[in-house]
């Protein structure tokens, strides 16, 4: 059974860097799929954040772009998210997914909630 | 930037149908997926490929496509389906993937 457990701060201040993990287990990352973030401010709607694929190819979300980086650690069997320059607007739940070709996200994290705030 | 349009609210009786519409204009070049969300928990995918459905996932959830529209029916609806639910795809150069503005479905 494949599973992702997010891990990181839950309390980052303005202007920092928000750092997180996801750690695979019951599946190699090397093998295949996409391996992406998406995020979920308080009572508001899914936002994608960004998704590296097993190869180490990345893709992120236009109006983040400047301040993302997703990387892999295939050692680890886990992929990372840093985000700069918090403020307010990015405390949201952060979520990890694997998703395959015209598969959709299959399989989620739990969702960790990171608050930006000094 | 891309966006897909969802309905904010849908409400439903038991055991009567539910639809959920998701327009873009990249809908007709890429598949759309459905998601199911319920409060405190992570996104459960109910349909991918426009209209496959995972196994687990009750025959009483299906999709369909219709040009820029994308739909998700829930056929006989019981009370354990009020929850969100957001639709999925990517632009149309296939690069960036987009959420729905998502769509709270009550069961009366």
């Known amino acids: 059974q494949v599973q992702l457990q997010e891990s990181g701060p839950g309390l980052v201040k303005p202007s920092e860097t928000l750092s997180l993990t996801c750690a695979v287990s019951?599946?190699?990352?090397?093998?295949?799929?996409?391996w992406g973030w998406i995020r979920q401010p308080p009572g508001k709607g899914l936002e994608w954040i960004g998704s590296?694929?097993?190869?180490?190819?990345?893709y992120y979300n236009p109006s983040l772009k400047s301040r993302v980086t997703i990387s892999v650690d295939t050692s680890k069997n886990q992929f990372s998210l840093k985000l700069s320059s918090v403020t307010a607007a990015d405390t949201a739940v952060y979520y990890c997914?694997?998703?395959?070709?015209?598969?959709?996200?299959?399989?989620w994290g739990q969702g960790t909630l990171v608050t930006v705030s000094s | 930037s891309y966006e897909l349009t969802q309905p904010p609210s849908v409400s439903v009786s038991p055991g009567q149908t539910a639809r959920i519409t998701c327009s873009g204009d990249a809908l007709p070049k890429q598949y759309a997926y459905w998601y199911q969300q319920k409060p405190g928990q992570a996104p459960v995918l109910v349909i991918y490929k426009d209209s496959e459905r995972p196994s687990g996932i009750p025959e009483r959830f299906s999709g369909s496509s219709s040009g820029t529209t994308v739909t998700l029916t829930i056929s006989g609806v019981q009370a354990e389906d009020e929850a969100d639910y957001y639709c999925q795809s990517a632009d149309s150069s296939g690069t960036y993937q987009v959420f729905g503005t998502g769509t709270k479905v009550t069961v009366l």
């Open positions: 019951g599946y190699s990352i090397s093998s295949g799929y996409y």
């Open positions: 997914g694997r998703r395959g070709t015209a598969a959709g996200i299959d399989y």
């Open positions: 590296i694929y097993h190869s180490g190819s990345t």
